[in-house]
T-cell receptor, first 114, second 114 residues
Framework: ETGVTQTPRHLVMGMTNKKSLKCEQH?????MYWYKQSAKKPLELMFV???????ENNSVPSRFSPECPNSSHLFLHLHTLQPEDSALYLC?????????????FGDGTRLSIL | EDQVTQSPEALRLQEGESSSLNCSYT??????LFWYRQDPGKGPEFLFT???AGEEKEKERLKATLTKKESFLHITAPKPEDSATYLC???????????????FGKGTKLTVNP
């Protein structure tokens, strides 16, 4: 496989459920990102990991818990979500350390909270 | 605070009718301006990076230009397959110890009719 792969592509869950989103990149990058994309809003950065270390938490509620076991894998653990958390969750990766390195995105997980 | 404003929000063109999309930005220390294309149900696809005022990049029917305050994405003789949402993002010089973050605009939804 090539690029950035996200699973599942679609997820429906109740507010009391616990689920996880998975992201894997095959680009040899060392930085990974979680974004939230809602209708009529710009992409919102949630978390940044560089070389497996979290370097950014953009005031994200604790019901979202990221995990980065290595530079190729990123997870987003979800629990007790709210209806307003329904959105497209995008994972991206880039080569850290250079100015203006583009981020490459997966196709996202469409999350619906009942 | 870094800001990105894209206009228009939506644009309808006839096949072959050239036009331009605008991305205005305010950022302290630009490290790069990025253009992405996003198709429905997909993640953003990287198109171009521009680093300094006066720079231009081309790819097929698309040409991106950059000034100190804005960027344009020119579309020459568009085809229906160019229909997508075009996203602009800027990367600023990070604060000490900070991450390489992208700040996105809301996008321009382009529809090209045959």
């Amino acid at each position: 496989e090539t690029g950035v792969t996200q699973t599942p592509r679609h997820l429906v869950m109740g507010m009391t459920n616990k689920k996880s989103l998975k992201c894997e990149q095959h680009l040899g990058h060392n930085a990974m990102y979680w974004y939230k994309q809602s209708a009529k809003k710009p992409l919102e950065l949630m978390f940044v990991y560089n070389f497996k270390e979290q370097t950014e938490n953009n005031s994200v509620p604790s019901r979202f818990s990221p995990e980065c076991p290595n530079s190729s894998h990123l997870f987003l653990h979800l629990h007790t979500l709210q209806p307003e958390d329904s959105a497209l969750y995008l994972c991206a990766s880039s080569q850290e350390g250079g100015a203006g390195q583009p981020q490459h995105f997966g196709d996202g997980t469409r999350l619906s909270i009942l | 605070e870094d800001q990105v404003t894209q206009s228009p929000e939506a644009l309808r063109l006839q096949e072959g009718e050239s036009s331009s999309l605008n991305c205005s930005y305010t950022v302290s220390g630009l490290r790069g301006l990025f253009w992405y294309r996003q198709d429905p149900g997909k993640g953003p696809e990287f198109l171009f990076t521009l680093y300094s005022a006066g720079e231009e990049k081309e790819k097929e029917r698309l040409k991106a230009t950059l000034t100190k305050k804005e960027s344009f994405l020119h579309i020459t003789a568009p085809k229906p397959e160019d229909s997508a949402t075009y996203l602009c993002a800027v990367q600023a010089t990070p604060e000490k110890g900070g991450s390489e973050k992208l700040v996105f605009g809301k996008g321009t939804k382009l529809t090209v009719n045959p």
